[in-house]
């Protein structure tokens, strides 16, 4: 059975995440939990354009349901969803500040702004790893137990909430954070 309401979050998420200019082209995922497991963006397609009949429904163990090829990273979604019973939506982007900061130890970065120390006291940090592999989908799911988010060492982050609008507006404080922080590395202090 179809959640019409889940759909409408990730496919409203989706959208927000290309306007905000966290993603581009076809980067980034999104996924939500679901009865029957969870139902994420697909592989190769403009977050932008999606509609429901584009969103992919996997069962618990990964098995495609319903809809096109998941993204690769539907395992490091699983894993959180696994690890985090009380997630029921995630966001996987790559904006531009994050990226360019996530494998300089920016986890241990002050957090600068009063909102960023409320939203992340706990960053977690994953060593560049192969995207899609289950080394990585392992470790996502270890560093999620005790994180807010996760910065991935030339991957971008991991945000979390209980829809999916809401780990886009994690996903867009996060890249806020980072961008003060570079100011202030480049001597805007």
């Known amino acids: 059975m179809v959640d019409w309401v889940a759909e409408d979050d990730l496919i409203r998420a989706s959208q ?5 200019g966290l993603v581009t082209a076809t980067d980034g995922n999104l996924s939500k939990r679901t009865d029957q497991g969870l139902m994420i963006t697909p592989t190769g397609r403009a977050k932008a354009l999606l509609r429901s009949k584009d969103l992919s429904h996997l069962d ?4 495609i349901l319903e809809g096109p090829v998941p993204s690769r990273e539907w395992a490091f979604h699983r894993a959180i969803y696994m690890a985090k019973p009380e997630v029921l939506a995630i966001c996987h ?3 531009d500040f994050v990226t360019a900061l ?3 130890d920016l986890v241990r970065q002050e957090r ?5 120390e409320l939203r992340f006291p706990q960053l977690g940090y994953i060593a560049k790893m192969t995207p899609g592999s289950d080394e990585l989908a392992r ?5 999620s137990l005790s994180a807010n988010a996760l910065l991935l060492a030339n991957h971008g982050a991991i945000t979390w909430g209980q ?3 809401e780990a886009v507006q994690e996903m867009a404080a996060l890249e806020r954070w980072a961008r003060t922080v570079f100011i202030l ?4 202090s």
């Open 102 to 104: 996530a494998s300089q």
């Open 112 to 116: 600068f702004l009063f909102d960023a």
């Open 163 to 165: 829809s999916a609008v």
């Open 16 to 20: 927000l995440l290309a306007e905000a």
């Open 139 to 143: 470790a996502v799911g270890k560093a």
């Open 93 to 95: 982007a790559h904006p």
């Open 60 to 63: 618990a163990t990964g098995n």
């Open 185 to 188: 590395q480049r001597g805007g």
